[in-house]
């Protein structure tokens, strides 16, 4: 009678066995079960596609699938250092996904841990550790600043340039439309400009040539400026990349002058005293120069030098023109008497030699 009564009560502990099994048929094992209890991947947002690529958002959320009917599972996000990223997380059978309370970093590694809680401990799911990446949207700028400056072009003119775009980012950069107005231009006429690689579409860094190209003078004290803007799609939103484009423009014809004020240009020995230097056009009257024009100064020949200061006490080598009938004055010392011959040299090329004689009178 025992003996059955035994088999009777082995008999229904089986039974309580093999139904719990059924129903929580990850509860007592301490290994993955493949195919059983697996992660399948991660989604959010816009993306609906479980798999390691997290895209259009950085909350993400875990998905798996079990055929557990009750029960926890529960899950956490680490680092590519071994920190925690997202903190566990925890839902019940029959839910087959976590969406964690945290933001991650676009353009990061990650691993996500996903565990069974049974009576006989964590069961880790087929495929955890899992490790996916969330994508950073495309980033484009210029290298190796967004300021570009032609400096002193000549009227009725073109110079050319080149820019460098950087491409940062998993997704492409998509969707590119770029502007820009006169008398600036895309070299050639068109985006990206001759010989230029970037495109509609931007993958790699690549490269876009302008051209400044002035036509007409302006003011002395202007300077000419237009933004190139450049507006393209990022893989999550549209945006844009904006670039200063400026130049200064100086006469199609230029010479430089100097005067003492003295058409015979003869001056004292050890004469301490006013120069003028100043811009004409090919005709001889006064020229318009744009902002400033660099102009470097020499003694070519005799003794002299030029000073910033009327007490001829700071020597110096370099003045600037801005326009006008006499642009800017520098100091010159004369020796003892003798020829000097003086020389000015600008940045567009435009030079003057001018003769001086230094006499008793």
Not at 109 to 127: R, T, W
Not at 303 to 329: H, L, M, P, Q
Request: hydrophobic share 40%; net charge positive.
């Amino acid at each position: 009678m025992k003996t059955i009564t035994t088999l009777g009560l082995i008999a229904v502990l089986c039974l309580i066995y093999f139904v719990y099994s059924k129903t929580h048929p990850t509860g007592i094992v301490s290994k993955p079960l493949p195919g059983v209890f697996v992660v399948i991947g991660v989604t959010g947002g816009p993306d609906t596609t479980p798999d390691n690529l997290l895209e259009g958002t950085t909350i993400p959320t875990l998905n798996w699938k079990s055929q557990a009917s009750s029960g926890k599972f529960a899950a956490e996000i680490f680092d590519s250092r071994g920190a925690s990223a997202c903190a566990e997380a925890t839902v019940s059978a029959p839910e087959t996904k976590i969406t964690f309370n945290c933001t991650l970093t676009p353009g990061k590694d990650y691993v996500a841990n996903l565990v069974f809680k049974s009576l006989g401990g964590d069961i880790p799911a087929d495929g955890s550790p899992f490790a996916f990446h969330v994508k950073a949207p495309a980033l484009l700028s210029f290298d190796p600043s967004s300021v570009f400056d032609f400096n002193v072009v000549r009227a009725n003119s073109s110079v050319p340039l080149k820019l460098v775009v950087r491409k940062t980012g998993d997704f492409w950069a998509t969707n590119l439309s770029a502007e820009l107005k006169p008398p600036f231009s895309f070299l050639g006429g068109k985006y990206p400009g001759n010989n230029g690689t970037c495109g509609d579409t931007i993958l790699k860094d690549c490269l876009i040539y302008v051209a400044f190209s002035p036509t007409r003078q302006v003011s002395s004290t202007a300077e000419m400026e237009e933004p190139l803007v450049i507006r393209y799609n990022n893989g999550i939103t549209s945006t844009t990349l904006s670039a200063l484009l400026k130049g200064r423009a100086t006469p199609t014809a230029i010479k430089l002058q100097f005067t003492t004020g003295n058409s015979n240009q003869i001056i004292g020995p050890n004469f301490c005293g006013p120069i003028f230097l100043y811009s004409v056009d090919a005709s001889g009257k006064p020229a318009t120069v744009v902002t400033r024009l660099p102009v470097r100064l020499s003694v070519a020949s005799g003794n002299a030098a030029f000073y910033g200061d009327k007490n001829c006490t700071t020597r110096i080598t370099t003045t600037t023109i801005v326009g006008g009938n006499y642009s800017t004055t520098a100091w010159l010392k004369s020796g003892p008497p003798q020829r000097i011959v003086l020389s000015a040299t600008s940045t567009i090329g435009a030079t003057v030699r001018q003769t001086f004689q230094v006499a008793n009178h």
